[in-house]
């Protein structure tokens, strides 16, 4: 371990109440890459110029519901994708009973998938969805297997992903209990996300505890609130830290 890595197990050690808030680059060392590096695919089929936003919009699923699946199928769905160590890491501090919640802006369930379960998941999820008319539940099987549109086979409706889409708000609840759990940590850490999106990055401004650690691979604006900003894989941080804890 380096010096930041020492600095960031003592705090480890040290806290009994720690929340982690984290962004892509939490799910880049599992192979998912963040989707604003999909640009361009669907622009050029439609003769028309979208954004990796716009493509991921309520409007777009609405009016070009089969090139919405497609992409989303394509780009934003990863059902072979395995935790990586920050996935397992942050696992294992919530069965030691020092991490009481993950806050996530992902969408592709590895949290839960390596053993986390008190997760805030602020944009939604690809595990879960639902028949837009009459709101019988699907796995995400059923979406992928589907071809082509996904359409419910009680009703005959649209079956959309339980993500929130732009254009779309964020589920009260979630935020609300993200919020709760940010305001009483000791401990905040934020990994894998440069701070940009909102309302999500706002979240950051309910923290009053002890230690605010940063680990991304790039600077953010928060770097000179933190107390320890680490510039660097979060993935290879945690596996230095705790690789020895591991399974």
């Known amino acids: 371990m380096n010096e930041q890595e020492k600095e960031l197990k003592k705090i480890l050690d040290e806290s009994e109440n720690i929340v982690f808030f984290g962004g892509a680059g939490v799910s880049t060392a599992s192979g998912i890459p963040d989707f604003r590096s999909a640009d361009g695919l669907y622009s050029e089929k439609l003769n028309s110029h979208f954004t990796p936003e716009q493509l991921v919009s309520r409007t777009f699923f609405d009016r070009y519901p089969e090139d919405f699946f497609e992409f989303y199928k394509d780009k934003l769905v990863y059902p072979d994708a395995e935790p990586n ?14 991490l009481k919640a993950v806050v996530t802006q992902n969408i592709d369930g590895l949290h839960q998938k390596a053993g986390s379960e008190n997760v805030f998941e602020l944009h939604g999820t690809t595990k879960k969805n639902h028949c837009t008319r009459c709101g ?50 000791d401990t905040l850490i934020i990994g894998g996300t440069s701070l940009i999106v909102y309302p999500a990055a706002g979240l950051i401004d309910y923290f009053r505890g002890k230690n605010l650690v940063l680990i991304n691979k790039t600077p953010t604006s928060a770097d000179r609130r933190a107390t320890l900003a680490i510039n660097d894989d979060i993935a290879k941080v945690f596996e230095d830290v705790m690789g020895d804890e591991l399974e």
């Not at 160590?85 to 020092?98: M, R, S, V």
């Open 85 to 98: 160590a920050c996935h397992k890491a942050l696992a294992k501090l919530e069965k030691d009973g020092k």
């Open 136 to 185: 019988k539940f699907f796995e995400d099987d059923y979406v992928l297997d589907s071809d082509g549109v996904p359409i419910c086979d009680e009703c005959g409706g649209v079956v959309k992903p339980d993500v929130v889409l732009y254009e779309e708000a964020l589920d009260p609840a979630t935020i609300n209990g993200a919020i709760d759990a940010i305001s009483k940590a």
